[in-house]
């Protein structure tokens, strides 16, 4: 088996191991949600309508990134203009989680960010999680505001509709992913009790400096 194919192979085989994940943490259900992971000039993604549990490396759908795939196989997510649009701005993500976590969801129904109630919240790259505006799921609309709330974050909510979570590689997007639910529910929990008190810009500019160099060395 030739490299390259051999390469992509294993990482849809990845795509398929994140998107259970996804739905064993609880981000998901059903069949909402979808993972991708770009392999060279183009990406791989979940396809459209399969339940998780089902989800084999076959029908993981190889995509170019001008919106064609082999017509042979399965039909790639609605959300792959999302996908695709992420990519393209965006050179150095790798790998892509979109999640209907409970949460997160919740707050992204009425449009609300998280704002920087905890210093965790610098673990999306800034000093907010941002929201972007509704559009139809699958749209190029979607996708366009979805690539503007991230020219500057790893995360965001999508209004009426879920989250995003973008990284190097899909072990830290799904990881991402999970933070993002964890903070929205600890976002929830802390607005029932009344008015949020808010770090300072500085504060969560401390913590974003530390955050760079947090965590083990990596290694060559």
Do not use: K
């Not at 949600?33 to 029908?59: H, K, M, Q, W």
Request: proline share 5%; glycine share 8%.
């Amino acid at each position: 088996m030739p490299e390259r194919v051999s390469d992509e192979w294993s990482l849809r085989e990845e795509v398929v191991a994140t998107a259970r994940a996804l739905s064993s943490r609880g981000l998901t259900s059903g069949r909402s949600g979808n993972v991708s992971a770009r392999s060279g000039d183009r990406f791989v993604i979940t396809p459209s309508g399969v339940r998780y549990e089902e989800l084999r490396a076959g029908l993981i759908v190889p995509m170019a990134m001008d919106g064609s795939w082999p017509r042979e196989g399965a039909v790639p997510s609605s959300e792959w203009r999302l996908h695709r649009a992420l990519y393209a701005a965006r050179p150095e993500i790798r790998a892509v989680v979109h999640a209907h976590s409970r949460e997160a969801t919740a707050l992204a129904c009425h449009g609300r960010e998280i704002p920087a109630f905890h210093y965790m919240v610098a673990v999306a790259g800034g000093a907010n999680i941002p929201c972007a505006p509704y559009a139809t799921y699958g749209s190029e609309e979607l996708a366009g505001y979805t690539a503007q709330a991230l020219r500057d974050r790893n995360a965001c909510l999508l209004a009426h509709h879920g989250s995003v979570a973008v990284a190097g590689t899909l072990g830290d997007a799904l990881q991402l992913a999970e933070d993002v639910e964890w903070l929205a529910a600890q976002y929830c929990a802390a607005r029932a009790l009344g008015e949020v008190p808010l770090l300072s810009p500085d504060e969560m500019e401390r913590v974003l400096g530390q955050f760079r160099t947090y965590g083990q060395p990596r290694r060559a």
